[in-house]
C-alpha cells in the first residue's frame, strides 16, 4: 500500500504564489506517474499536471498550463506542485495522487490519493 499526504496550503492574495507538496510513503517503489487535482465547492475533481517516474516528463492541464510547475525528488519520495500568480477562481481543495501506470490523465487510474490541502485565494 501507498499513503499520500499533502502539505502546505493555505490562504494567499490573488497574484500571489504557494507550494504544495505531497509525501509519500509504503510500497513506494512501485509508482509511476503522480498527479495533481483540485475540487472547488460544487464542481467536479479537475486534474491539474502529472510527472512521470523520473521527473522528466510533465503535461499540464490547460487551465494552469504556465502558472503551475509539478516536480518530483524520489529521494525524500515526494512531489511539489508550484503554484504561481494565483486567482481567486483557484480557490479549491488539492489533492495529490499515484499510480502504477504511466502517462495517467484520468481521475478513475489513479490507485492513491491524499487526504487533499485547501487553497484559498482571496481578491
Known amino acids: 500500500q501507498v499513503q499520500l499526504v499533502e502539505s502546505g496550503g493555505g490562504l494567499v492574495q490573488a497574484g500571489g504564489s504557494l507550494r504544495l507538496s505531497c509525501a509519500a510513503s509504503?510500497?513506494?517503489?512501485?509508482?509511476?506517474?503522480m498527479g495533481w487535482f483540485r475540487q472547488a465547492p460544487g464542481k467536479e475533481r479537475e486534474f491539474l499536471g502529472r510527472i512521470s517516474r523520473s521527473g522528466g516528463s510533465s503535461y499540464y492541464a490547460d487551465s494552469v498550463k504556465g502558472r503551475f510547475t509539478i516536480s518530483r525528488d524520489n529521494a525524500k519520495n515526494t512531489v511539489y506542485l508550484q503554484m504561481n500568480s494565483l486567482k481567486p477562481e483557484d480557490t479549491a481543495v488539492y489533492y495529490c495522487a499515484a499510480t502504477h501506470i504511466p502517462w495517467v490523465l484520468e481521475l478513475n487510474r489513479y490507485d492513491y490519493w491524499g487526504q487533499g490541502t485547501q487553497v484559498s485565494v482571496s481578491s
Open positions: 509504503g510500497r513506494t517503489f512501485s509508482l509511476n506517474d
